[in-house]
Structure formats: C-alpha cells, structure tokens
C-alpha cells in the first residue's frame, strides 16, 4: 500500500532528524498533496537538514539556491545564450530545473528575484524567450526565511506567501534531543551514509493516492464554515480565498493517507489548518501575520457538526 512508502520515510528521517515528529510528518503531508513548504526560524535549528534528508531519502534530484540581495532572477530559471554555430539562441536551465530545491533564506531576495518563482512553483514550468520549459516530476521547493525582524531581509509578498502550500517553524530541540545530537554523530556524515528509502515513483503513487482519500460532504461543509469564518473576524485583514480552502482539502487528504486511513476527518483538517492558513491570514491592526492563539480561536469557534 502506497501509506507504507510514508511510515519508511518519516521512520528514516526521524534517526537524523531528532524530536521533530510531527514537523516531519507535516512536511511529509506537504510533499505527498504536491505542494511546496515554507520554514520559517531562525539559522541552525534544522531547516536546510530536513530537505537534504528528504532528497536522500527519496533519490530526487536535489539543488540548493542560496537567495542572496544581488541574486537575478536569470541565476534560478536559466538564460539564453546565443550559439554561433547555429545561428540561434539556445536555453541553459537553471538550478530550477530539480525535483527538490531548497531556496536558502528566501527573504534575503529582492521581490524582482523572488517572483522568478511564481510560475515555477505554481504551473511547474518556465517561459523564457517565449518558449515553456516543463519542470521535472515529481517538483517540490522548500523554501527557508529568516524572522522579518533580521538585517537584510525583504518580505515575501501575498502573492509569493500564497504559493506555499504550507508553513513550519522546527524550533529549539528538547532536552532530551539536543542532548542525543551533542553526543551522536554529525547529522551531515548520517547523510552521506544514508540510503534512498523509497523510490521518486514511489512518492509520484502517494501524490496520486492522496488524490483519492475520500472527502464527504459533511466535510466540505465544515471546511467552507472554517473558511467563512476568517472572513468576518474583525481581527483579521482578509479570510482565506477558495484556493486557500482547496489547500486546505489537500493537505487534509494527505494527512489522512500518512494515517493509513481512505477518508479525511474533521480532525485531519484541525491538524495541519494552522500550517495552511497561518501565513495567508493577518491582523487587521498591525498587518502582521496571526499568532497560534488566533488559529485556535478559529477552529474551537467553528463547531464539527
């Protein structure tokens, strides 16, 4: 069953990974509903660790763009150079052009540079001199940005926020799991030994049967109140819009599949709600992006019928 590639790969991942169970698993949900995850923390908790591990694990393609302040938008989709011999101009792909990329402090961009990546992530593929280059499959971007408040960054536009399907913060370890990375070995020698785990058409039939966990109508009806209730909280500047709540049916889906189950459940939804919605919504007052007390307050104001 295509549930099992997912216990493998989350089993795998938690040996190098330490005390982030559920960050993996949610990172996981985010790659088998096909879309693309935003980490949001600080330097040295893990981030850049988790999309080594995955493209490791899963065989992909892997390319690492480190988003400087000078960074063009022709250094990520490629350009066109003109080749005497044949009188034409010829397209060199960019490091876009992988299965896993990992776009290293994304915020660091200029907004010219971060919107190189629209198209990209939204309709895998790049237009460039008229011409529409197809990305690999299966496409998956990881994105890492540095708090707001740092030297140096820009934020990321409504529009850019909007392509990410999720958004995670890994956090300090605990204790326990600091202590074990203290004491073990480095996490960057466990990669290199490690072995693929599942195949990239392995995680191409998770995508595939996750589109098929079953969705009843009774949970569509409490996705749309979910979704009409962030429209008229007078704390919050804008509700979700109906992509947001198809994201939401998505990552839902896709949870539900990693629980071995073939039909999504309420609480499928309450579980990764925070991570879909959390960097689409803002506060009215300030413009700042919501708070997990504010998720919860929507979700217990929502009842399940």
Same mark, same amino acid.
């Given at each position: 069953?295509?549930?099992?590639?997912?216990?493998?790969?989350?089993?795998?991942?938690?040996?190098?990974?330490?005390?982030?169970?559920?960050?993996?698993?949610?990172?996981?949900?985010?790659?088998?509903?096909?879309?693309?995850?935003?980490?949001?923390?600080?330097?040295?908790?893990?981030?850049?660790?988790?999309?080594?591990?995955?493209?490791?694990?899963?065989?992909?393609?892997?390319?690492?763009?480190?988003?400087?302040?000078?960074?063009?938008?022709?250094?990520?989709?490629?350009?066109?150079?003109?080749?005497?011999?044949?009188?034409?101009?010829?397209?060199?792909?960019?490091?876009?052009?992988?299965?896993?990329?990992?776009?290293?402090?994304?915020?660091?961009?200029?907004?010219?540079?971060?919107?190189?990546?629209?198209?990209?992530?939204?309709?895998?593929?790049?237009?460039?001199?008229?011409?529409?280059?197809?990305?690999?499959?299966?496409?998956?971007?990881?994105?890492?940005?540095?708090?707001?408040?740092?030297?140096?960054?820009?934020?990321?536009?409504?529009?850019?926020?909007?392509?990410?399907?999720?958004?995670?913060?890994?956090?300090?370890?605990?204790?326990?799991?600091?202590?074990?990375?203290?004491?073990?070995?480095?996490?960057?020698?466990?990669? @290199?030994?490690?072995?693929? +785990?599942?195949?990239?058409?392995?995680?191409?039939? !998770?995508?595939? *049967? %996750?589109? $098929?966990?079953? /969705?009843?109508?009774?949970?569509?009806?409490?996705?749309?109140?979910?979704?009409?209730?962030?429209?008229?909280?007078?704390?919050?500047?804008?509700?979700?819009?109906?992509?947001?709540?198809?994201?939401?049916?998505?990552?839902?889906?896709?949870?539900?599949?990693?629980?071995?189950?073939?039909?999504?459940?309420? @609480?499928?939804?309450?579980? +990764?709600?925070?991570?879909?919605?959390?960097?689409? !919504?803002?506060? *009215? %007052?300030? $413009?700042?992006? /919501?708070?997990?007390?504010?998720?919860?307050?929507?979700?217990?104001?929502?009842?399940?019928?």
């Amino acid at each position: 069953m295509p549930h099992r590639h997912a216990t493998h790969l989350l089993e795998a991942a938690g040996r190098i990974i330490l005390g982030k169970e559920r960050e993996l698993r949610l990172a996981l949900t985010c790659l088998v509903a096909r879309g693309h995850l935003l980490i949001e923390d600080i330097p040295g908790v893990g981030k850049t660790t988790l999309a080594h591990v995955f493209a490791r694990l899963v065989g992909l393609q892997f390319q690492r763009i480190q988003f400087t302040s000078d960074f063009l938008p022709a250094d990520i989709l490629g350009v066109s150079v003109f080749d005497r011999e044949t009188g034409a101009f010829r397209f060199h792909p960019g490091p876009i052009f992988a299965q896993l990329i990992l776009a290293d402090e994304i915020n660091r961009a200029t907004p010219k540079t971060q919107s190189a990546l629209l198209e990209a992530m939204e309709e895998r593929q790049v237009t460039a001199d008229g011409q529409t280059h197809v990305l690999p499959e299966p496409f998956f971007v990881i994105a890492t940005q540095n708090p707001s408040h740092q030297i140096g960054t820009f934020p990321l536009p409504e529009s850019q926020l909007d392509r990410f399907l999720m958004r995670i913060r890994l956090g300090y370890p605990d204790r326990s799991a600091e202590r074990a990375l203290l004491m073990g070995v480095d996490r960057r020698q466990m990669l @290199e030994r490690q072995e693929q +785990v599942i195949r990239p058409s392995d995680l191409l039939d !998770l995508q595939h *049967a %996750a589109l $098929g966990v079953t /969705v009843a109508e009774r949970l569509i009806d409490y996705v749309q109140t979910l979704l009409a209730s962030t429209r008229r909280d007078p704390e919050l500047a804008v509700g979700l819009s109906p992509r947001a709540g198809l994201a939401l049916l998505a990552a839902a889906r896709a949870w539900a599949l990693i629980d071995r189950r073939d039909h999504v459940l309420p @609480e499928d939804v309450q579980a +990764v709600f925070p991570h879909v919605a959390g960097h689409r !919504l803002h506060l *009215a %007052a300030d $413009g700042r992006a /919501v708070g997990s007390d504010v998720m919860t307050r929507i979700v217990r104001g929502v009842p399940v019928a």
